[in-house]
């Protein structure tokens, strides 16, 4: 009896276990529900409605993510080169007063991919006023970047995450955050 009593509760240790394990783990780029494409596209519809962004004719996104050569890196890279933007992949040790000498806030955006270490890239985003973007709807859920994209039902939805957003010192229009869905 007292083995039978012991399996079981390792059983649901275990299982516990597991469930921590999954909770925790690193998000990857599979679990963005908008592929980088789409994503770019509708990226840059919305930098149309940032009061800093809108005027610019050469907006650079900085694509932050763990290693700069992966094959999901590339393709956000390809993505926002290819809607007329300048991408440059960096690492999160890259995020230095040296690599925005000459970007600023109405510029530059900051793309957030899965896996880093979202303490720097805050303190970064918010720091220079760069605004935060990702494809990882937790993120913006989570208060880690100001903007992602979802899926409702067959479109894109925006999310803004309000505080966020303030805290980098950026604006959107009333008319984007009419449609878009808002986390306070």
């Not at 932050?64 to 809607?83: H, I, L, Y």
Request: charged share 20%.
């Amino acid at each position: 009896m007292h083995l039978a009593v012991s399996t079981a509760m390792e059983a649901k240790a275990w299982m516990l276990s597991l469930l921590i394990l999954a909770a925790t783990a690193p998000l990857t780029a599979n679990e963005m529900p908008v592929d980088s494409e789409q994503q770019c596209k509708v990226f840059k519809r919305i930098f149309t409605y940032d009061k800093h962004l809108r005027d610019s004719d050469r907006i650079v996104v900085l694509i932050v993510a763990q290693t700069t050569d992966g094959s999901d890196v590339v393709a956000v890279t390809e993505a926002f080169r290819n809607k007329g933007m300048y991408p440059a992949a960096v690492t999160v040790d890259s995020l230095t007063a040296d690599l925005t000498a000459t970007l600023t806030p109405q510029s530059t955006v900051v793309y957030v991919m899965p896996d880093v270490y979202y303490g720097a890239v805050d303190a970064f985003a918010t720091g220079h006023g760069f605004l935060s973007i990702s494809g990882l709807v937790s993120l913006a859920d989570s208060g880690r970047v100001s903007v992602s994209v979802d899926m409702a039902g067959e479109r894109p939805q925006v999310v803004v995450n309000i505080r966020r957003l303030t805290a980098e010192g950026h604006e959107l229009s009333s008319e984007l955050l009419r449609l878009a869905r808002i986390i306070r």
